[in-house]
């Protein structure tokens, strides 16, 4: 079993930051691939980006790149998102998934994460 705990959404103007956190319990942090998802209303489930168990991999939607970082502190247990230059339609919900598959790289098919973090909120307006 593995916990999933976000932390650090809220509201924020067009062209401001946020970090979220998600701290991780339950199982060795380091041998599982992470990944960050969002859902706004009305719109199915999307992935925002990806990181390998040693971080040294990741994966970001188009329309994030460039704007967003995923980090993680094996250390801490944690995953990061920095999130810059947010957008309005970067509003939605967001969730921290575990994938603990071992895999080298980590997937970017949701269905494939085993572990859901409960979701924050994050609420962008222009």
């Known amino acids: 079993q593995v916990q999933l705990v976000e932390s650090g959404g809220g509201s924020v103007q067009a062209g401001g930051s946020l970090r979220l956190s998600c701290a991780a319990s339950g199982r060795t942090f380091s041998t599982y691939n992470m990944g960050w998802f969002r859902q706004a209303p009305g719109k199915e489930r999307e992935l925002v980006t990806a990181?390998?168990?040693?971080?040294?991999?990741?994966h970001y939607a188009n329309s994030v790149k460039g704007r967003f970082t995923i980090s993680r502190d094996n250390a801490k247990n944690t995953v990061y998102l920095q999130m810059n230059s947010l957008k309005a339609e970067d509003t939605a919900v967001y969730y921290c998934?575990?994938?603990?598959?071992?895999?080298?790289?980590?997937?970017?098919?949701?269905?494939?994460?085993?572990?859901w973090g409960q979701g924050t909120q994050v609420t962008v307006s222009s």
């Open positions: 998934a575990a994938d603990l598959t071992r895999s080298l790289r980590p997937t970017m098919n949701q269905h494939e994460y085993d572990y």
């Open positions: 990181i390998s168990r040693s971080g040294s991999i990741t």
